[in-house]
């Protein structure tokens, strides 16, 4: 056994290597960058970025605070609303398929579809806050019933018999039990906030913000400012991931189960009769569109601009130019939905190959997270430039895209699922003898795989997002493009049409992955987190 004094030497020796290596990174940065090696200078030195953000520092301040303003003021409400509904939903199952249909079109609604509509119908910095609370919502609310569900049945049972209630269970033993994977949450949602205020100012307009700063910037052939202003974002991302993986860190530790808990609870939807389900089911497909048309009808939002259900199925098979609507939509979706396959199949492989290696080499981690960082926190419309020059406006480029925007919340539900595995479990294997190897796949994976469907349905959406932004940015294909058509001709039936059928197509897929959650973890005798 190892003592405390050793293993703060090889946390410290990783941190070191981990310092080494990146910067490692930064001086073949500043060298490639120095020698025009990249695309003829777009990507700049990093000493060149350094010297453009100290000329231009009296251009920050506002905009630095203004995305500040409306990715903080995001990420509270974001985190109120996801830990509180997470709570209701572990302890209501019927509320939880109530609102599963509005749960996934929050998350899965494109925010560049819903940047212009919001900044016509809200006013201020009212619309960064809205997107920044989307982005953040969901993330925390999946986290947050996770970690409620994984509680140990054992220690629900004792609170039981001595008369407890279901606040009570959830207070003692649940809500305790899920503060890493609630954590874990605000890990994923501190960089959504900033990424959802920065799409907001880019799409929406205003004259304050990183993303307006950006969007200023374009077209200038300036790559060293692009550069600087990505690299604050993710500066400013990378800080408040950090803050909340060392609160994580700190929890862990104290709050990791110790036995295996494979009891399945009981399910209160199964012992529902028919009838009840097919309500509930009706139910849940009705209320987004009941809140859709409740939201415009509260904000008096003119007709020519927002539109109702009925007004998006007469855009598109009633009104005379509903043939050709639909041809290009279904153009556009074909385009679309296999490359949105294959990101997310390589997202997810992504994920999964580095959450296992960080068991069984954790070094890697160190080296690879500040990668990882600036793949999730960069916004990808300061890279554009320099991915088009590189990979050109194909397949190659949207691929990229999609798996940044798939890997890095997947990779930190899987390696918080693996984390969780209790060491008396992965002691026994490798006492008869077992590799490391071994053990992770006969205990550590099959006891994380609630993580893993997890996962899936986190970057079921995002691999649908992460290709209509590569699509609306850089390729000119699919419904990126046609979304962004649509704005330039003021096509608000187009629009609001692109927005609901990527929301539906997120809806399918995520049941598709629930459906098979169940399947699978039940003939193993596990229980499900929806």
Excluded at 52 to 73: C, E, F, K, N
Excluded at 422 to 450: C, F, H, N
Excluded at 491 to 505: E, K, Q, R
Aim: charged share 10%; with cysteine.
């Amino acid at each position: 056994m190892k003592s405390p004094r050793c293993c703060m030497s090889l946390n410290k020796d990783g941190h070191l290597k981990g310092i080494v290596a990146t910067i490692g990174l930064l001086v073949i940065w500043e060298i490639v960058g120095r020698l025009d090696l990249v695309a003829g200078g777009a990507l700049p030195g990093f000493s060149e970025i350094l010297i453009r953000l100290w000329v231009d520092r009296a251009d920050y301040p506002q905009h630095i605070m203004a995305t500040l303003y409306g990715s903080g003021l995001g990420f509270v409400f974001g985190n109120l609303l996801g830990v509180g509904a997470g709570i209701i939903f572990a302890m209501s199952p019927v509320a939880l398929r109530l609102w599963r249909g509005v749960n996934i079109a929050i998350f899965a609604l494109p925010p560049i579809a819903i940047a212009p509509i919001l900044t016509l119908t809200l006013s201020g910095m009212t619309p960064r806050v809205v997107l920044a609370t989307l982005g953040v919502y969901f993330v925390t609310m999946t986290a947050t019933v996770i970690g409620l569900s994984q509680a140990d049945s054992r220690a629900i049972d004792v609170v039981r018999a001595y008369g407890g209630g279901n606040w009570a269970v959830m207070r003692l033993v649940q809500l305790r039990g899920a503060v890493p994977s609630i954590l874990s949450g605000f890990r994923v949602a501190a960089p959504n906030a900033v990424l959802g205020a920065i799409l907001a100012e880019f799409g929406g307009g205003g004259r304050w913000g990183l993303g307006a700063y950006l969007l200023g910037s374009l077209g200038r052939a300036e790559p060293d400012r692009l550069w600087g202003i990505g690299l604050l974002a993710t500066l400013i991302a990378g800080l408040s991931y950090l803050v909340f993986a060392l609160l994580s860190e700190r929890f862990l530790g104290a709050s990791r189960a110790v036995t295996m808990n494979t009891a399945i609870p009981d399910s209160q939807i199964g012992a529902q009769g028919p009838f009840a389900r097919i309500a509930l089911l009706a139910g849940a497909c009705a209320l987004p569109f009941g809140l859709w048309w409740l939201f415009i009808r509260l904000l008096s939002v003119p007709d020519m601009i927002a539109k109702t259900p009925l007004g998006v199925v007469n855009y598109l098979f009633y009104a005379p130019s509903s043939a050709n609507a639909q041809g290009r939509l279904w153009q556009a979706v074909a385009e679309t939905l296999p490359i949105t396959f294959a990101g997310m199949a390589a997202g997810l492989a992504v994920a999964f190959v580095l959450a296992i290696s960080t068991r069984l080499y954790p070094r890697i981690l160190n080296a690879l997270m500040p990668v990882a960082l600036v793949t999730q926190t960069m916004p990808l419309v300061a890279l554009t430039p320099l991915l088009v020059l590189l990979l050109g406006r194909g397949t190659s480029l949207t691929l990229w895209v999609t798996i940044s925007v798939t890997f890095f919340p997947a990779f930190v539900t899987l390696a918080q699922g693996i984390a969780l595995v209790p060491k008396g479990a992965r002691d026994v294997p490798r006492a008869y003898g077992a590799s490391a190897w071994q053990e992770m796949r006969m205990v550590t994976i099959p006891a994380s795989l609630p993580y893993l469907f997890a996962a899936t349905r986190l970057t079921v959406p995002r691999a649908l997002l992460g290709v209509m932004i590569a699509q609306w940015l850089a390729t000119g294909r699919g419904l990126g493009n046609l979304l962004n058509q649509s704005r330039g001709y003021m096509d608000y039936g187009m629009i609001w049409t692109v927005a609901v059928l990527s929301v539906i197509l997120s809806v399918v897929f995520y049941q598709l992955v629930v459906f098979a959650e169940r399947w699978v973890l039940s003939r193993l005798g596990m229980q499900t987190a929806e």
